[in-house]
């Protein structure tokens, strides 16, 4: 099958964002965890975080300022901080649900029943349930002039994590914390480890390290 | 275990690197294929496309202008054209070899053994052995202050997948095209569907459309 922006544009609107959003290969699934200045709690779901950097360790992520994004917006750039909260399977439809349009006064904790948590002089509500959390300082958000949407670039504050996750070399095994990736807007995967594979060099192939690790 | 900014940073620099690149959740492991005017193809994997926009069709990425990212930044700078292509399990090795830092005039493709393919009067090549591939023209190309990482914006241009991986609502089905997670730097995952969840609404809990869906 071949499609050309031409014919994307003419499929119906529904059709068109479900495609499109399968396009980029697997997301990640996080719940971002925000607290207004007025203590008014706000817990989203985003597919869009990625790595931004090691050195210094940054995170972006994409908000769309008119969606149900609009209060996470509106209170990490009021507050400064922010919380990722990485969805494991037993979370999951709760994590979901905070998609829901609720109104302002509603706390999306309460409404799916995660539990809010907090670190001393951190504003920003963590999920206590989630597994593999990080506290976040906004660095600069800006308007891509393209379509609107939001680049979000925070510095990584804390790390909260499981002693058994990282291995002797840094790596954290997301899998063994049970972190699902996301395809599309709504679907949903565990993960199976294939393996990792050796630093890549050009005068010789690469080869697995770990084969079918868990 | 708590990290902080400042314990991170006493770290060991491979530890950090390894650490804080698991810390976004799962990644899409896509290849970026390019051609300069000259004639030269450049294949290279990359763990940081994501979903911008269903309307106008956007993705965004980031590239490191010093590393190995290097040529593709250049061509599809210089061309206006890229393309991205998911990689899957019988094509991994090969997609993760293009990550070895090779010379200007070796082209990825020939040292990993994947096939360029070219549609007409589009100039960046697409890996034939790739299932689902896209076709991009670059938007904007913006150095990001933070860290000098580039963030490239393209618009979808072509969408090449098989018929069958295409749902009546224009989901595709990411997971039947055997298209693998990326974990940190090197760690690679197929996925098992958990299912697809409901359209999220606060008056009522969301419900699976698909359970254990393959």
């Given at each position: 099958m071949h499609l050309t922006a031409d014919t994307l544009n003419d499929l119906p609107r529904g059709q068109r964002i479900n495609l499109v959003n399968s396009l980029s290969g697997f997301k990640s699934a996080n719940l971002v965890g925000t607290c207004s200045d007025g203590g008014e709690e706000n817990l989203a779901m985003v597919g869009s975080c990625f790595h931004?950097?090691?050195?210094?360790a940054l995170m972006g992520m994409i908000m769309r300022?008119?969606?149900?994004?609009r209060h996470s917006l509106e209170y990490l750039a009021a507050t400064g901080v922010y919380t990722l909260n990485q969805v494991h399977e037993d979370i999951l439809k709760a994590a979901h649900q905070?998609?829901?349009?609720?109104?302002?006064?509603?706390?999306e904790f309460t409404a799916t029943g995660l539990t809010p948590s907090y670190l001393p002089a951190f504003q920003a509500p963590f999920?206590?349930?989630?597994r593999i959390k990080l506290g976040m300082v906004v660095i600069e958000t800006q308007t891509l002039a393209v379509n609107d949407t939001v680049l979000v670039i925070g510095a990584i504050e804390h790390i909260l994590l499981?002693?058994?996750?990282?291995?002797?070399?840094?790596?954290?095994?997301i899998e063994r914390a049970g972190t699902v990736a996301l395809s599309g807007l709504d679907s949903y995967h565990r993960s199976q480890s294939i393996g990792r594979l050796s630093y890549?060099?050009?005068?010789k192939p690469t080869h697995w390290l770990h084969d079918n690790a868990t």
């Open positions: 931004l950097g090691a050195d210094p300022p008119h969606s149900v994004d905070t998609s829901a349009r609720y109104p302002r006064e509603i706390s999920v206590e349930e989630a499981p002693d058994n996750a990282v291995e002797n070399d840094g790596f954290v095994n890549a060099k050009p005068d």
